[in-house]
């Protein structure tokens, strides 16, 4: 007799953490990222690189190329699963104190974005691009987590676009 504990008592793989993450995604057939992105710390800073390819907007006929609502939407993806990892595998001390049942009830409504900018260089073949994510600076607050953010995305045609996102997490769970 094969024994499945529950996910709270298990580690989860990388794959079913992807699962896990994109859920709210699917029914919306919005996952664009194509596999687990890789997620690493380089410098202290919490960092992730992806795989796209958008075959057919969630919110609108095809228009071609990469835009500002996939922009949000693309990094929102790549941000939510470092984060998951970041908690699952305690890699950076702002997310020592968190359980990934603390990050599975904040992804959604607790994750803030506070503020955005972002430059479109060249346009992005929305078929196949590749995006980076870094977390490039934190402040802890009364009860509030800020997060600076870096985002780039490109394509093997030398297409581009890069931003920042300024990230605010409410009430943060805090060293037990």
């Not at 992105?37 to 919110?59: F, K, M, Q, R």
């Not at 346009?123 to 987590?145: K, Q």
Request: contains cysteine; aromatic residues 10%.
């Amino acid at each position: 007799m094969t024994v499945t504990l529950p996910e709270h008592h298990r580690r989860l793989s990388d794959a079913e953490l992807f699962t896990r993450v994109m859920a709210p995604y699917a029914g919306k057939r919005a996952i664009y990222l194509t596999e687990p992105p890789t997620v690493t710390v380089e410098d202290g800073n919490l960092c992730s690189a992806g795989s796209y390819s958008i075959s057919e907007p969630c919110y609108i006929d095809d228009t071609g190329h990469f835009n500002a609502a996939e922009f949000i939407i693309c990094y929102n993806q790549l941000m939510y699963h470092a984060l998951a990892v970041a908690v699952r595998d305690d890699l950076t001390p702002q997310f020592a104190p968190w359980t990934l049942e603390d990050y599975w009830a904040k992804q959604l409504p607790d994750v803030l974005i506070v503020e955005t900018t972002s430059k479109f260089i060249r346009p992005i073949a929305s078929t196949a691009f590749t995006g980076r994510f870094s977390v490039t600076s934190t402040m802890a607050g009364n009860r509030l987590l800020v997060l600076d953010t870096a985002i780039a995305f490109s394509d093997d045609t030398g297409g581009q676009c890069s931003g920042t996102v300024r990230l605010a997490i409410v009430q943060p769970p805090v060293k037990r």
